[in-house]
């Protein structure tokens, strides 16, 4: 059973970095695209980011590009979300996700995603 532990989460103010971390267990980590997704109040889950199972390549939202970066840790199966100059619309709360299959291309994810976290949350105040 795959398990996916965020943490990290919290209040800041526009401008400010926030960092996110997931833990995972339950499967070979280091196989398997891995990301995160946010849902806003009101609002659907939306894709942020998404990184491949080496590390080696990333895909990001239009909305994220260039403020955030996705980490990868596999030797301690974590992944991270640096998240710099945060801006109100950046308040939701925040997932990780799991792909489903393994190898697989990180902009697959918005539609492979398997596993889920249960969420922290950031609330950015402007």
């Known amino acids: 059973q795959v398990q996916l532990v965020e943490s990290g989460g919290g209040l800041v103010q526009a401008g400010d970095s926030l960092r996110l971390s997931c833990a995972a267990s339950?499967?070979?980590?280091?196989?398997?695209?891995m990301g995160w997704f946010r849902q806003a109040p009101g609002k659907e889950r939306v894709f942020v980011a998404a990184?491949?199972?080496?590390?080696?390549?990333?895909y990001y939202a239009d909305s994220v590009k260039s403020r955030f970066t996705i980490f990868r840790d596999n030797a301690k199966s974590t992944v991270d979300l640096q998240m710099n100059s945060l801006r109100a619309e950046d308040t939701a709360v925040y997932y990780c996700a799991a792909d489903s299959v393994p190898w697989q291309i990180p902009s697959v994810l918005s539609r492979s995603a398997g596993y889920w976290g249960q969420g922290t949350q950031v609330t950015v105040s402007s």
């Open positions: 339950g499967r070979r980590f280091s196989n398997y695209v």
């Open positions: 990184i491949s199972s080496s590390g080696g390549s990333t």
